[in-house]
């Protein structure tokens, strides 16, 4: 499976914006960029993904390197309740694959 | 529409007893999935299940079984629980397609002493 990098933890200021970098220098043509977020003592739920262009949503925004060996997640405005473990996963996000979880970015908010 | 819910919520077993986790979805989804998460660390795939009837091995399955009768159940057994298996199980679900995305539930924090 390609394997993704993440800093272990990373500290912002609330309604400041969040840049959470993710590297994946081994990235195949058909691996999707997925991230999952994990609020404490809570299962992971869905951020954002995608293949190759830049993606918003209402949660966040994902910017992918022309390459794709890297991509980072931001954040434009972090509250408290952003505070918690981010995932960057790559994969198909179903089926056999399931979904292969590092250790994730540990944000911190601070007030 | 209360997504995905897992039962117990917590449970304390000793050495040796045995236990079902049960997980259950009203997405009428068809793939779902057993994952554990030990402190610190990122989860891991035990089992999961393509459809009703059939299931397959994940990342760490050993000590694991699982059935999936019904397509809304997704059901983890412990035959003979050991203190390495104390951890916290999540359950998701997806509806199939290559870029679904995963949900999941609340878990359910297991202690084995």
């Known amino acids: 499976d390609a394997k993704t990098t993440q800093p272990n933890s990373m500290e912002s200021n609330e309604e400041e914006p969040v840049h959470l970098p993710c590297n994946h220098s081994t990235i195949s043509g058909t691996d999707y960029i997925h991230w999952y977020r994990q609020l404490p003592s809570q299962g992971p739920e869905y951020v954002i993904h995608?293949?190759?262009s830049n993606v918003n949503n209402r949660m966040a925004s994902l910017a992918i390197a022309e390459d794709r060996k890297s991509s980072t997640l931001i954040l434009h405005r972090a509250t408290l309740r952003d505070a918690a473990v981010y995932y960057c996963?790559?994969?198909?996000?179903?089926?056999?694959?399931?979904?292969?979880f590092g250790k994730g970015t540990h944000l911190i908010i601070q007030p | 529409n209360a997504g995905v819910t897992q039962t117990p919520k917590f449970r304390v077993l000793k050495t040796g007893q045995s236990m079902t986790l049960l997980c259950a979805q009203d997405m009428n989804h068809e793939y779902m999935y057993w994952y554990r998460q030990d402190p610190g660390m990122g989860l891991r795939l035990i089992h999961y299940?393509?459809?009703?009837?059939?299931?397959a091995k994940g990342e760490v399955p050993d000590g694991y079984n699982v059935s999936r009768l019904k397509k809304q159940n997704f059901l983890l057994g412990l035959e003979s629980a050991a203190p390495s298996q104390t951890s916290v199980y999540f359950c998701?679900?997806?509806?199939?397609?290559?870029?679904?995305?995963?949900?999941f539930g609340p878990g359910t924090r297991l202690l084995v002493l």
């Open positions: 299940s393509v459809g009703e009837g059939t299931t």
């Open positions: 996963i790559l994969g198909t996000g179903g089926g056999a694959d399931g979904l292969t």
């Open positions: 995608g293949l190759t």
């Open positions: 998701a679900s997806i509806m199939g397609t290559a870029r679904g995305t995963q949900y």
